[in-house]
Structures are given as C-alpha cells and as structure tokens.
C-alpha cells in the first residue's frame, strides 16, 4: 500500500479474528515503530509485545476503554526510558510518533489496529506498571491492540480548511 493512501484510510479498529500474528509481522511492526523520528535521535523507548490472554484481559478490567482486548491476539505497549530522555513530555511525543508509525504499518500489511491511551492518566500508568512489572525509570505511554480485522471502515476525509492559518492567526 502506498504511503498516502495507507494515512488516508487508516482507521481504528477495534474487532478482530481469531487468528494469530506471526512473528515476522510482528517484528515489521515493530521495525516500523522503531523508524520513527525522536528528539536528539536519542530513541528513549521499549516495545513489550503481550500476546498472554491473561495479560490481555487483565488489562481490559482496569483500562476503561479497552473493551477489545479479550479478542485481540496481540498488543504493544510503547513506553518510554527516562533514563535516556527526563523530559515525559519528550518521552511522549517520541513514543506517540512510533504509536503513529505502527499503526499505519499494521494497516498497510492488512491488520486492524487502535491505540489506546495510558499516559498521562496516573491509575492507568500505575496498574500495567504493576501488571507488567516496568522498571522504575520506564514510563508506558500507549497500548496497541492488534488483529486481523473482523470490520471494515469506510475511510473518512477529513481535512477541515478552517482549522489552517497561513502565517498569522
Ligand atoms: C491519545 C489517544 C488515545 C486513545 N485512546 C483510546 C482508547 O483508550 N480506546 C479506544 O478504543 N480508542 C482510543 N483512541 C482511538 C480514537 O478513539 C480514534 O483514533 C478516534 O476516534 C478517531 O477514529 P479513527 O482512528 O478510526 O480515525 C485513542 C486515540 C488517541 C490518539
């Protein structure tokens, strides 16, 4: 899939097929995550891949918006390494853009895919801390469900003209 076309028409999809992801995908995945830009180049990040249904749903009953875990075969946790970067609103944006970058990867090799939201929400930080027993200095900053798709999504533009400025507000 082209590259335009793969931002354009990804979207999030939250039903999947009872089928595992093989580990050569899972591993473009995660080479895709890992291409993504960070400040100073410094790549302050770890990819946990959970693919243990106890985890999975463990998850789903604290995560409030998590409801589609227990049919997902698969979900990265993108956190971030405050030893290589102190600043978590750095450690953010970095592991937001690999978050971007995977999902668009698992669109294009025909998987579904959502992110879901742990940073900067403490309980949801401190419960798959706890879950997953992260180190002291590793912040998780997004979950990505992952499966083969079980719905379709109609690709939606929105490119909206009032919320562009040129050169002054
Ligand atoms: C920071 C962030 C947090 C999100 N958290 C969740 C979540 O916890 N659960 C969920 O089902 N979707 C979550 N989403 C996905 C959004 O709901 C989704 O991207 C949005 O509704 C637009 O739909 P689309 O992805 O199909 O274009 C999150 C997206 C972002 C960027």
Same mark, same amino acid.
């Given at each position: ?12 999809i ?15 995945l ?15 990040w ?8 106890? #985890? %999975?749903? $463990?998850?789903a009953?604290?995560?409030?918006? @998590?409801?589609? /875990?227990?049919?997902? +075969?698969?979900?990265?946790l ?23 970058? #995977? %999902?668009? $990867? ?6 579904? @895919?959502?992110? /879901?939201?742990?940073? +900067? ?23 990505i ?25």
């Open positions: 899939m082209e590259a335009l076309e793969a931002i354009l028409s990804r979207r999030s939250r039903k999947y097929q009872d089928r595992a992801i093989p580990e050569e995908v899972v591993h473009q995660l080479e895709a995550g890992m291409s993504a830009p960070t400040a100073r180049n410094m790549k302050p770890y990819f946990l891949v959970i693919n243990e249904r106890p #985890i %999975l749903d $463990a998850i009953g604290f995560h409030p918006y @998590a409801a589609m /875990l227990p049919e997902a +075969p698969l979900a990265i993108v956190c971030g390494d405050r030893e290589a970067e102190p600043i978590d609103g750095f450690l953010s944006q970095n592991c937001s853009a690999a978050t971007e970058n #995977i %999902l668009l $990867a698992a669109h294009a090799l025909g998987l579904g @895919a959502v992110w /879901l939201g742990i940073y +900067p929400r403490q309980e949801r930080i401190e419960a798959i801390s706890q879950l997953i027993g992260l180190p002291e200095l590793v912040l998780p900053i997004t979950l469900a992952v499966g083969y798709p079980a719905e379709e999504k109609k690709t939606r533009n929105r490119f909206d003209r009032s919320k562009v400025r040129y050169n002054h507000w």
